[in-house]
Protein backbone atom coordinates (compact mmCIF):
# COMPACT_ATOMS: atom_id res chain seq x y z
CA UNK A 1 0.00 0.00 0.00
CA UNK A 2 1.62 3.53 -1.15
CA UNK A 3 0.14 6.72 0.37
CA UNK A 4 1.21 9.97 -1.50
CA UNK A 5 0.39 13.25 0.38
CA UNK A 6 0.74 16.14 -1.36
CA UNK A 7 -0.08 19.87 -0.62
CA UNK A 8 1.63 21.71 2.06
CA UNK A 9 3.43 24.41 2.12
CA UNK A 10 4.05 28.04 3.06
CA UNK A 11 1.18 29.99 3.89
CA UNK A 12 0.12 32.69 6.15
CA UNK A 13 -1.93 32.94 9.20
CA UNK A 14 -5.78 32.86 8.74
CA UNK A 15 -4.77 31.30 5.23
CA UNK A 16 -5.97 27.79 3.90
CA UNK A 17 -4.10 24.62 2.31
CA UNK A 18 -5.56 21.22 0.88
CA UNK A 19 -3.56 18.06 1.51
CA UNK A 20 -4.27 15.41 -0.25
CA UNK A 21 -3.63 11.77 0.01
CA UNK A 22 -3.95 9.43 -2.88
CA UNK A 23 -3.66 5.95 -1.96
CA UNK A 24 -2.19 2.88 -3.96
CA UNK A 25 -5.80 0.88 -3.54
CA UNK A 26 -9.27 1.08 -2.51
CA UNK A 27 -9.41 3.35 0.46
CA UNK A 28 -12.80 2.03 1.24
CA UNK A 29 -11.05 -1.38 2.17
CA UNK A 30 -9.36 0.84 5.07
CA UNK A 31 -11.49 0.77 8.51
CA UNK A 32 -9.99 4.67 8.81
CA UNK A 33 -8.29 7.47 7.01
CA UNK A 34 -6.23 10.15 9.04
CA UNK A 35 -4.50 12.88 8.61
CA UNK A 36 -1.49 13.07 11.91
CA UNK A 37 0.78 15.98 12.25
CA UNK A 38 4.22 15.91 14.03
CA UNK A 39 6.03 19.64 14.55
CA UNK A 40 9.16 20.07 15.99
CA UNK A 41 9.94 18.23 19.77
CA UNK A 42 6.55 17.43 19.85
CA UNK A 43 5.10 13.67 19.11
CA UNK A 44 2.55 12.89 16.35
CA UNK A 45 -0.89 13.30 17.01
CA UNK A 46 -3.96 12.01 15.42
CA UNK A 47 -5.81 16.00 13.81
CA UNK A 48 -8.87 14.23 11.93
CA UNK A 49 -10.06 10.67 11.02
CA UNK A 50 -12.96 9.34 8.61
CA UNK A 51 -13.92 5.76 9.12
CA UNK A 52 -15.45 3.78 6.57
CA UNK A 53 -18.82 5.10 6.98
CA UNK A 54 -17.82 8.68 6.29
CA UNK A 55 -18.25 10.51 9.71
CA UNK A 56 -15.33 12.39 11.33
CA UNK A 57 -13.78 13.19 14.37
CA UNK A 58 -10.83 15.67 15.18
CA UNK A 59 -8.96 16.86 17.45
CA UNK A 60 -9.92 19.82 19.82
CA UNK A 61 -7.22 22.06 18.25
CA UNK A 62 -8.75 21.70 15.06
CA UNK A 63 -12.45 21.80 15.09
CA UNK A 64 -14.35 24.11 13.29
CA UNK A 65 -10.97 25.00 10.88
CA UNK A 66 -10.33 21.65 9.48
CA UNK A 67 -12.62 19.42 7.20
CA UNK A 68 -11.81 16.26 6.21
CA UNK A 69 -13.53 14.05 3.03
CA UNK A 70 -12.94 11.75 1.16
CA UNK A 71 -13.58 10.70 -2.32
CA UNK A 72 -13.96 6.72 -2.95
CA UNK A 73 -13.70 6.78 -6.88
CA UNK A 74 -10.37 8.90 -6.58
CA UNK A 75 -9.12 6.80 -3.53
CA UNK A 76 -8.40 9.85 -2.38
CA UNK A 77 -8.86 11.45 0.91
CA UNK A 78 -8.44 15.45 1.90
CA UNK A 79 -7.83 17.63 4.49
CA UNK A 80 -9.18 21.43 4.29
CA UNK A 81 -7.11 23.41 6.35
CA UNK A 82 -8.89 27.02 7.07
CA UNK A 83 -7.91 29.60 9.59
CA UNK A 84 -4.54 28.60 10.11
CA UNK A 85 -2.66 29.39 12.69
CA UNK A 86 1.27 29.41 13.12
CA UNK A 87 0.58 26.44 16.12
CA UNK A 88 0.08 24.63 12.84
CA UNK A 89 3.12 24.43 11.35
CA UNK A 90 3.86 20.89 11.28
CA UNK A 91 4.80 18.00 8.68
CA UNK A 92 1.16 16.18 8.05
CA UNK A 93 0.77 12.49 7.51
CA UNK A 94 -1.77 10.24 6.10
CA UNK A 95 -2.85 7.27 7.34
CA UNK A 96 -4.70 4.05 6.80
CA UNK A 97 -5.34 1.67 9.15
CA UNK A 98 -7.00 -2.02 8.36
CA UNK A 99 -8.28 -4.32 10.46
CA UNK A 100 -8.33 -7.78 9.91
CA UNK A 101 -9.68 -10.11 12.45
CA UNK A 102 -7.40 -9.19 15.00
CA UNK A 103 -4.48 -7.86 13.51
CA UNK A 104 -4.53 -4.02 12.83
CA UNK A 105 -2.49 -2.78 9.61
CA UNK A 106 -1.46 0.81 9.62
CA UNK A 107 0.44 2.25 6.43
CA UNK A 108 1.68 5.79 6.65
CA UNK A 109 2.56 8.40 3.98
CA UNK A 110 5.58 10.01 3.15
CA UNK A 111 4.59 13.39 5.18
CA UNK A 112 4.26 16.93 3.90
CA UNK A 113 5.11 20.08 5.56
CA UNK A 114 3.01 22.88 6.16
CA UNK A 115 4.57 26.07 7.53
CA UNK A 116 2.28 29.09 8.66
CA UNK A 117 3.62 32.37 9.60
CA UNK A 118 2.60 34.58 11.79
Known amino acids: VQLQASGGGLVRAGGSLRLSCAAS????????MGWYRQAPGKQRELVAA???????NYADSVKGRFTISRDNAKNTVYLQMNSLKPEDTAVYYC?????????????WGQGTQVTVSS
Open 95 to 107: NARRVVVTFTYEY
Open 25 to 32: ESIFSFNV
Open 50 to 56: IPRDGST
